[in-house]
């Protein structure tokens, strides 16, 4: 396939799912095992189109930061999920909370965490051009994919107000050629399975269709030794449909419906450390909170809790979340005369979810009711989301001919969400406060929010081998939320529903209403018909936010100051050796103020954890960047990316402190001499005199969550048996990251240790790829590795008593890959 280097080379205009079907992007295997849509040179790597300015574009000629996951890669490497996505990216992490919807993706060190629907998420997930309303909605199946772009960088000029980090934009399969079936399924020996079927292709000239769907299951890799059912699993179905119709010449119409039904068990999680004073704890005298009631025998009966991958946990109150999805995207796509391509998107996506968490950890009674002795209920959590989203685009693409293109259009969206919570055992005619053991709260909230915005963003080659690139976007939102409380967890109707009084437990607020602007700007330089270098200078928006959860103070709950982002990017894309190796290398800084942030913390002898909204003045991620393409020979390729990141605290005089029980030189005053705070670090000090609490200044802290080296390289050969219809391949993986910080009150104990993680495949396909025989070995060296190092449990005391020494227990939750497993995938095409 040759190739045009110059800036002002690009892809005639047309409609854009003609386009997409030639942009599934395969850089790391070679042109015979990929799909025959155009010729192909098997001594060259493939081109790769990506669609992150809106308009379809060789990946070498736009000047960011992008990675692009190609469907062989998606293939090779059995990706599912959003987690599988992260793991394969150096430039993303996972930060996973007490169930999915609490999970947040970052990018370059920055993401948001939040255990409230009012704080929208610093990564923006859009999918055939359709963004999600919540991030957490994108931890699903990922059914039918073709490629991935992951855009690192604020994106908010074309992307909207969420992508004040970056975005994750999700290509699915294109409608294209003749009819063709395929088929799949994978088994690994813990019991995990997939299977899918599509169908797609063009029935006739004018209409065309593709149906997939997917169902897949992984009970998990925890025993609950209560029922003896697995958790930490997930599983799902999934429907994604597309129709295409061309009524008439240059006009396409595109409707796609989807359904997916997602049940995730993750959250649950295991005692794997229990030692006082640096050595075993006797569990003999374990008590948990100190209560003679809760003996260590009976609470953790059966449990090794010294074990570091103990994967026994005893439960009776489910801990995750069930949901449904359904909606449906529709596009129309016209083809003026000049070759500029008119464009109409609309989408309306309805996701509805129950999330359930046993919140006191073990299978039995830990609350007593009004004027009880013994203990006769447990401490759970749980509640509903109802999130409904509508978004329309209007978008003109100018032709790709000329030294000027461009993109503008208007864009319009509402979200709707509702979250109804209920934590704790609390009825009435009992007397029960927020201050209670279980801290039981019982609340109903919805969040609303209408964005319109004007963008446009045009390339202009105003000299031989020099492009600029200027974008702008004009942004308004209006958002507002009600929220009503009580304490009484019986009440789960809301039309019966009787809240506290106004201002303590009924808040709200409308039509609040924020303006602005977000642009990019990018000057690029083609040094010769392989290699380019650019500046990037570009802007990103979050709106406001609320901190409406369980802890809702009448100060906290209306709006915290929008989120913005500037960053600064130099970068080089490369094509060498004929067409044999890319290149692609970045530096940066970001700088984020008004950084949106839910923060935990508790307070001395209260075993509550609460959580507080925090606005920090400014935060900042530094880094380098590199994504390499090699093929070695026509049939071995091999990628390698790498992420050196930084993410700092810039600002932040009031951060949440951490305990110390531990440090000699802090004793019991936690502040060193004259101190009056038991148990925190030295540099905590208190808010106010006499108070029990205290903050301390987090300037020039580890902002948490991103190892600073993370590592990607993979490879795969393919062997030609010259007498046979097929191949032999081998593939491996390896990645790698260093340790990192994992609270934002910067613990030094809150450290999760680096590792490398190795994946080796091999298998058979036949010459055409009509089958493919697939076996893998994830984790080949059976690396162990915590996946979240702060991961909530049980608190326990080395005696019967409230106040005897504390025990410190070590919980954890397990990644999908901890334990080395075996799988087997077929691939069929008809």
């Given at each position: 396939?040759?190739?045009?280097?110059?800036?002002?080379?690009?892809?005639?205009?047309?409609?854009?799912?003609?386009?997409?079907?030639?942009?599934?992007?395969?850089w790391?295997?070679?042109?015979?095992?990929?799909?025959?849509?155009a010729?192909?040179?098997?001594?060259?790597?493939?081109?790769?189109?990506?669609?992150?300015?809106?308009?379809?574009?060789?990946?070498?000629?736009?000047?960011?930061?992008?990675?692009?996951?190609?469907?062989?890669?998606?293939?090779?490497?059995?990706?599912r999920?959003?987690?599988?996505?992260?793991?394969?990216?150096?430039?993303?992490?996972?930060?996973?909370?007490?169930?999915?919807?609490?999970?947040a993706?970052?990018m370059?060190?920055?993401?948001?965490?939040?255990?409230?629907?009012?704080?929208?998420?610093?990564?923006s997930?859009?999918?055939?051009?359709?963004?999600?309303?919540?991030?957490?909605?994108a931890?699903?199946?990922?059914?039918?994919?073709?490629r991935v772009?992951?855009?690192?960088?604020?994106?908010?000029?074309?992307?909207?107000?969420?992508?004040?980090?970056?975005?994750?934009?999700?290509?699915?399969?294109?409608?294209?050629?003749?009819?063709?079936?395929?088929?799949?399924?994978?088994?690994?020996?813990?019991?995990?399975?997939?299977?899918?079927?599509?169908?797609?292709?063009?029935?006739r000239d004018?209409?065309?269709?593709?149906?997939?769907?997917?169902?897949?299951d992984?009970?998990?890799?925890?025993?609950?030794?209560?029922?003896?059912?697995?958790?930490?699993?997930?599983?799902?179905?999934?429907?994604?449909?597309?129709?295409?119709?061309?009524?008439?010449?240059?006009?396409?119409?595109?409707?796609?419906?989807?359904y997916?039904?997602?049940?995730?068990?993750?959250?649950?999680?295991?005692?794997?450390?229990?030692?006082?004073?640096?050595?075993?704890?006797?569990?003999?005298?374990?008590?948990?909170?100190?209560?003679p009631?809760?003996?260590?025998?009976?609470?953790?009966?059966?449990?090794n809790?010294?074990?570091?991958?103990?994967?026994?946990?005893?439960?009776?109150?489910?801990?995750?979340?069930?949901?449904?999805?359904?909606?449906?995207?529709?596009?129309?796509?016209?083809?003026?005369?000049?070759d500029?391509?008119l464009?109409?998107i609309?989408?309306?996506?309805?996701?509805?979810?129950?999330?359930?968490?046993?919140?006191?950890?073990?299978?039995?009674?830990?609350i007593?009711?009004?004027?009880?002795?013994?203990?006769?209920?447990?401490?759970?959590?749980?509640?509903?989301?109802?999130?409904?989203?509508?978004?329309?685009?209007?978008?003109?693409?100018?032709?790709?001919?000329?030294?000027?293109?461009?993109?503008?259009?208007?864009?319009?969206?509402?979200?709707?969400?509702?979250?109804?919570?209920?934590?704790?055992?609390?009825?009435?005619?009992?007397?029960?406060?927020?201050?209670?053991?279980?801290?039981?709260?019982?609340?109903?909230?919805?969040i609303?929010?209408?964005?319109?915005?004007v963008?446009?963003?045009?390339?202009?080659?105003?000299?031989?081998?020099y492009?600029?690139?200027?974008?702008?976007r004009?942004?308004?939102?209006?958002?507002?939320?009600?929220y009503?409380?009580?304490?009484?967890?019986?009440?789960?109707d809301?039309?019966?529903f009787?809240?506290?009084p106004?201002?303590?437990?009924?808040?709200s607020?409308?039509?609040?209403?924020?303006w602005?602007?977000?642009?990019?700007?990018?000057?690029?330089?083609?040094?010769?018909?392989?290699?380019?270098?650019?500046?990037?200078?570009?802007?990103?928006?979050?709106?406001?936010?609320?901190?409406?959860?369980?802890?809702?103070?009448?100060?906290?709950?209306?709006?915290?100051?929008?989120?913005?982002?500037?960053?600064?990017?130099l970068?080089?894309k490369?094509?060498?050796?004929?067409?044999?190796?890319?290149?692609?290398?970045?530096i940066?800084?970001?700088?984020?103020?008004?950084y949106?942030?839910?923060?935990?913390?508790?307070?001395?002898?209260?075993?509550?954890?609460?959580?507080?909204?925090?606005?920090?003045?400014?935060?900042?991620?530094?880094?380098?960047?590199?994504?390499?393409?090699?093929?070695?020979?026509?049939?071995?390729?091999?990628?390698?990316?790498?992420?050196?990141?930084?993410?700092?605290?810039?600002?932040?005089?009031n951060?949440?402190?951490?305990?110390?029980?531990?440090?000699?030189?802090?004793?019991t005053?936690?502040?060193?001499?004259?101190?009056?705070?038991?148990?925190?670090?030295?540099?905590?000090?208190?808010?106010?005199?006499?108070?029990?609490?205290?903050?301390?200044?987090?300037?020039?802290?580890?902002?948490?969550?991103?190892?600073?080296?993370?590592?990607?390289?993979?490879?795969?050969?393919d062997?030609?048996f010259?007498?046979r219809?097929?191949?032999?391949?081998?593939?491996?993986?390896?990645r790698?990251?260093?340790?990192y910080?994992?609270?934002?009150?910067?613990?030094?104990?809150?450290?999760?240790?680096?590792?490398?993680?190795?994946?080796?495949?091999?298998?058979?396909?036949?010459?055409?790829?009509?089958?493919?025989?697939?076996?893998?070995?994830?984790?080949?060296?059976?690396?162990?590795?915590?996946?979240?190092?702060?991961?909530?449990?049980?608190?326990?005391?080395?005696?019967?008593?409230?106040?005897?020494?504390?025990i410190?227990?070590?919980?954890?939750?397990?990644?999908?890959?901890v334990?080395?497993?075996?799988?087997?995938?077929?691939?069929?095409?008809?």
């Amino acid at each position: 396939m040759s190739k045009q280097r110059t800036p002002g080379a690009r892809i005639a205009a047309k409609p854009m799912a003609a386009v997409v079907a030639m942009a599934v992007a395969h850089w790391t295997v070679p042109a015979q095992a990929q799909a025959q849509e155009a010729p192909a040179n098997p001594n060259q790597l493939q081109t790769v189109l990506v669609t992150a300015n809106k308009r379809v574009e060789r990946l070498e000629n736009v000047p960011e930061s992008i990675s692009v996951l190609s469907e062989a890669e998606i293939q090779r490497n059995n990706v599912r999920e959003i987690e599988d996505v992260i793991n394969l990216t150096p430039s993303l992490t996972l930060s996973s909370g007490t169930t999915a919807a609490n999970n947040a993706i970052f990018m370059r060190g920055i993401g948001t965490v939040s255990v409230g629907i009012g704080v929208e998420s610093d990564v923006s997930v859009i999918i055939d051009d359709i963004p999600i309303a919540s991030q957490f909605q994108a931890f699903r199946d990922l059914a039918d994919v073709a490629r991935v772009e992951v855009l690192k960088g604020p994106q908010s000029t074309l992307f909207g107000k969420s992508a004040v980090a970056g975005a994750i934009n999700i290509v699915t399969k294109p409608i294209s050629g003749p009819i063709v079936y395929r088929a799949n399924a994978y088994y690994t020996n813990d019991h995990e399975w997939r299977a899918g079927a599509s169908v797609g292709g063009k029935l006739r000239d004018d209409f065309g269709m593709r149906i997939a769907v997917n169902k897949s299951d992984m009970p998990g890799n925890f025993t609950n030794l209560t029922n003896g059912q697995k958790v930490n699993g997930s599983g799902g179905r999934t429907i994604m449909t597309k129709f295409q119709w061309n009524p008439i010449k240059d006009l396409e119409i595109d409707f796609t419906p989807h359904y997916n039904v997602q049940e995730n068990s993750r959250g649950v999680t295991a005692v794997n450390g229990f030692y006082r004073a640096g050595s075993p704890a006797d569990l003999a005298t374990a008590y948990m909170n100190g209560n003679p009631q809760l003996p260590a025998s009976l609470t953790l009966a059966g449990i090794n809790p010294y074990d570091p991958n103990n994967r026994n946990v005893r439960r009776d109150f489910p801990t995750g979340i069930n949901s449904s999805t359904f909606g449906t995207g529709l596009k129309f796509s016209y083809n003026l005369p000049n070759d500029g391509t008119l464009m109409s998107i609309s989408s309306y996506e309805h996701y509805k979810a129950n999330d359930y968490r046993d919140q006191d950890f073990v299978d039995v009674p830990t609350i007593a009711r009004p004027g009880e002795t013994k203990f006769s209920v447990g401490n759970a959590q749980f509640g509903t989301y109802d999130i409904r989203s509508k978004t329309q685009e209007f978008r003109y693409v100018s032709p790709d001919v000329g030294k000027l293109r461009y993109v503008a259009g208007l864009w319009w969206a509402q979200n709707e969400i509702d979250r109804h919570f209920i934590r704790g055992f609390c009825v009435r005619p009992s007397v029960c406060t927020a201050s209670s053991p279980s801290s039981p709260t019982n609340y109903y909230t919805d969040i609303y929010n209408v964005n319109r915005a004007v963008f446009g963003q045009a390339t202009w080659d105003f000299y031989p081998t020099y492009t600029l690139v200027a974008g702008i976007r004009r942004n308004v939102e209006t958002s507002g939320f009600n929220y009503i409380r009580n304490f009484y967890t019986d009440q789960l109707d809301r039309s019966t529903f009787v809240p506290g009084p106004v201002g303590q437990d009924q808040f709200s607020s409308s039509g609040n209403r924020d303006w602005a602007t977000t642009g990019k700007l990018s000057i690029q330089k083609q040094i010769n018909s392989d290699w380019m270098v650019y500046a990037m200078t570009a802007t990103g928006y979050k709106g406001l936010a609320y901190d409406v959860t369980s802890g809702l103070k009448a100060a906290a709950a209306f709006p915290v100051a929008p989120e913005t982002s500037r960053s600064i990017e130099l970068g080089t894309k490369a094509n060498l050796f004929h067409n044999r190796m890319s290149l692609a290398a970045t530096i940066y800084k970001t700088d984020f103020k008004n950084y949106q942030q839910n923060t935990s913390f508790v307070l001395p002898n209260d075993p509550t954890i609460y959580t507080q909204l925090n606005s920090i003045p400014k935060i900042r991620t530094r880094g380098f960047e590199i994504d390499s393409h090699f093929l070695l020979t026509s049939n071995w390729s091999m990628n390698l990316s790498y992420a050196y990141t930084r993410p700092e605290i810039v600002d932040w005089k009031n951060g949440p402190c951490y305990q110390d029980n531990t440090n000699p030189a802090i004793g019991t005053t936690g502040l060193g001499e004259g101190g009056s705070l038991g148990g925190w670090n030295r540099a905590c000090f208190p808010i106010r005199a006499g108070s029990t609490t205290g903050v301390q200044n987090l300037t020039g802290g580890i902002f948490p969550g991103t190892p600073k080296n993370k590592v990607n390289i993979g490879t795969n050969y393919d062997y030609h048996f010259a007498d046979r219809p097929y191949w032999a391949f081998v593939n491996a993986n390896v990645r790698y990251q260093s340790e990192y910080q994992t609270n934002i009150n910067n613990d030094p104990r809150s450290v999760n240790n680096a590792y490398s993680i190795s994946d080796l495949g091999f298998g058979l396909r036949q010459n055409n790829d009509m089958w493919r025989l697939s076996f893998r070995i994830n984790n080949l060296f059976d690396r162990f590795y915590i996946g979240n190092a702060n991961a909530s449990g049980p608190s326990y005391r080395t005696g019967p008593t409230s106040t005897s020494p504390a025990i410190t227990v070590n919980s954890w939750v397990p990644p999908r890959d901890v334990f080395r497993f075996y799988s087997v995938r077929l691939d069929l095409k008809f």
